[in-house]
């Protein structure tokens, strides 16, 4: 199906899909898009399938330091024909979610990490609650649930969004999180010096489990 595709290719993984358009224009990318999106549809029922409408999105992701009135303005919204001869509309979003990375549309990355930053310290505070209300977790299963759980959760979709560049904000975010549930683990005071921790714990620097991750999905 995608093989006769030009300037523009499918990714379909479960039951997420993207269609991805290139051109010089922001409405000549909408409109190929669209266009793709028509073939896939076709294609969905031929093999008895179909594709849930409210749950289409459209982003466009506009040259950096280029003026609008040179790339067609902005995008409100894309209309298409579905195979029953129904006009529907698909608005446009400055913000998509894709397998569960928020992706804006001026890639930054600052709501993805503030979501996963919730998630992390969500789940902290669940953990706490564990075991009985005396005592709870002891060290050796705050440690095994932390990496198990905490940190698959702070760093989900690293790879995708770290560059290491002008990123010191979202780091220090992800790091100011970390340092709850290490002292939640150590159960030390709030005010306690976090380095020690790092090295009680054997659980390195937010910004060390960063690289380690790009550098291991780049190989």
Known sequence: MVARWSHKDL??????????????????????????????????????????????????????????????????????????????NITSATTVKYLNVHISQDLKWDKHVNIIINRARSIIRGLSVLGNSIQGLDFINWHKVY???????????????????????????????????LRKMTRVFYTTLIEPLHNLTHVPPILYVLEKLTKSYSL
Request: charged share 15%; glycine share 8%.
């Open 11 to 88: 990714t379909m993984y479960v039951d997420d899909g993207a269609i991805y358009a290139v051109s010089a224009t922001a409405n000549a990318a909408a409109t190929s898009a669209l266009i793709g999106y028509k073939k896939v549809l076709c294609w969905l029922e031929e093999n008895g399938l179909c594709a849930n409408p409210a749950k289409n999105e459209l982003i466009i992701f506009p040259p950096p330091h280029t003026r609008p009135n040179l790339t067609g303005g902005q995008i409100h919204s894309g209309r298409y024909v579905n195979l029953q001869a129904q006009r529907l």
């Open 147 to 181: 990496n198990a759980v905490v940190i698959p959760t702070l760093t989900y979709g690293v790879p995708i969004w770290y560059t290491g560049k002008r990123q010191k904000g979202l780091t220090n975010h992800l790091q100011v999180t970390q340092n709850k549930g």
